[in-house]
């Protein structure tokens, strides 16, 4: 079993940073892809970046590409998303998550969730 605990959300306006953090526990943290997902109040639960198990590959949402950056250190067994560029759209619920299959842009694929972080920009 696999726990995914996320910290860092919090109130910024536009413009600012906030690094979201993931500390995993449970199955071997390098053997399994990563991801953070977002969902806004009325809006589907979206993928915003993915990273395979290595770190050697990412995949970032169209809105956000440019401007966030998903990373781990799997000796850490920590996931983080650096989110610069803070725009009020953004605001939402991130999610982290696990994928024992590698990696990928659909929430239904995950087998692993946290349980949130509220992140909210203001304008």
């Known amino acids: 079993q696999v726990q995914l605990v996320e910290s860092g959300g919090g109130l910024v306006q536009a413009g600012g940073s906030l690094r979201l953090s993931c500390a995993a526990s449970?199955?071997?943290?390098?053997?399994?892809?990563m991801g953070w997902f977002r969902q806004a109040p009325g809006k589907e639960r979206e993928l915003v970046a993915a990273?395979?198990?290595?770190?050697?590959?990412?995949y970032y949402a169209r809105s956000v590409k440019g401007r966030f950056t998903i990373s781990r250190r799997n000796a850490k067994n920590t996931v983080y998303l650096q989110m610069n560029s803070l725009k009020p759209e953004d605001t939402a619920v991130y999610y982290c998550?696990?994928?024992?299959?590698?990696?990928?842009?659909?929430?239904?694929?995950?087998?692993?969730w946290g349980q949130g972080t509220q992140v909210t920009v203001s304008s």
């Open positions: 998550a696990g994928d024992i299959q590698g990696y990928s842009e659909y929430a239904g694929e995950y087998d692993y």
């Open positions: 990273i395979n198990r290595s770190g050697g590959n990412t």
């Open positions: 449970g199955r071997t943290f390098s053997s399994y892809g």
